[in-house]
């Protein structure tokens, strides 16, 4: 094959990766993003109490400030804005701002619970019906013990409590359902059933663990929502979901019916000194997963091998014609 033949196809095919990224960019035009909360620190004070303070107002979704469960007390053991945000390598927007976290309590517990009130509550079989996405960062901490006890990202309806008041987690759940979730777990309740259903998340195959949770520290998680007002509730997980097109999830219950009027920053009960507590940042929601998106690595960090091939193909054609033209 001439090079003059190699050029153009290739050429062709970076002429497609222009295309297809601008189709990518503007494909979005139908999706609503509801709310982003990047923990700007023009909107937040660095190691401030969370609760009373209210940030990211670029949506409808969430309304009032964040407010405390009143446990522990004072609040000062409470839920604090990190002066340092969170980030991972291949975020698309980085990340700005702070962090909702805490501060190391040295020798015992990480305790605390932090929520928003959603503008419109999902209270069963009423509006809002549809499919909401959510995404956040999440750091769940490192340290010398093997167990994190209870750390995750919680949802909860008419109060701060346990069951039956709390009604997802997605995250570490030592202390739920006799103490063997250790793994990254996703749990949703039914209201229709009074009954919770753990699934843990899966990539390749395999359950993920605490020590896969530590490559990178920090993580991007997506929840998706399909609510139905006639039938069933889907809600599926996903861990470090590359590019913009929707993967499958790595975890997913179905319930008759779930009911939520509030989210919860890293809600962490951990009873270990030397541990550093978790903590959540860059909060999207939106109605298409690509609102959500912000993650180019995988997993691991490992860049997407379709892209590392056609961002090659693209480079080669311009060596190549710029070998062309100095011939």
Not at 16 to 31: D, E, K, N, Q
Not at 159 to 176: E, H, Q, S, V
């Amino acid at each position: 094959m001439g090079t003059r033949v190699v050029i153009k196809r290739l050429s062709l095919l970076a002429g497609l990766v222009a295309v297809l990224s601008l189709v990518c960019l503007g494909g979005t035009a139908h999706a609503v993003s509801l709310w982003y909360d990047g923990f700007d620190l023009g909107e937040y004070t660095a190691d401030g109490a969370l609760a009373g303070a209210s940030g990211g107002n670029s949506g409808t979704f969430f309304t009032n400030p964040w407010i405390s469960s009143g446990y522990p007390d004072p609040p000062a053991e409470n839920t604090i804005v990190l002066s340092t945000g969170l980030t991972r390598p291949g975020l698309v927007n980085p990340a700005i701002g702070g962090a909702a976290g805490r501060a190391l309590r040295a020798g015992c517990c990480q305790e605390q619970r932090v929520s928003r009130l959603l503008t419109d509550p999902w209270s069963g079989f009423t509006p809002p019906e549809g499919t909401f996405y959510l995404s956040f960062l999440a750091n769940y901490g490192a340290g010398i013990s093997t167990d994190v006890h209870h750390r995750t990202f919680e949802m909860h309806d008419a109060g701060f409590g346990d069951d039956p008041n709390r009604t997802l987690m997605l995250g570490f759940m030592g202390f739920a359902a006799g103490n063997i979730y250790q793994n990254v777990t996703l749990a949703v309740r039914d209201d229709n059933t009074a009954t919770t259903t753990f699934v843990p998340l899966t990539v390749g195959g395999n359950e993920v663990s605490l020590g896969d949770m530590a490559v990178q520290g920090t993580h991007l998680l997506v929840l998706k929502f399909e609510l139905s007002n006639s039938g069933d509730d889907v809600i599926s997980a996903f861990l470090d979901p590359v590019g913009t097109t929707e993967p499958a999830p790595n975890a997913q219950i179905t319930v008759g019916n779930m009911i939520a009027d509030r989210m919860s920053a890293m809600a962490q009960f951990a009873y270990h000194g030397e541990d550093t507590p978790g903590a959540l940042d860059e909060i999207r929601v939106g109605t298409e997963f690509s609102d959500v998106a912000n993650n180019t690595l995988r997993y691991v960090g490992i860049p997407e091998p379709g892209t590392l091939s056609l961002v090659g193909l693209a480079a080669m054609a311009c060596l190549l014609s710029a070998r062309r033209k100095r011939a």
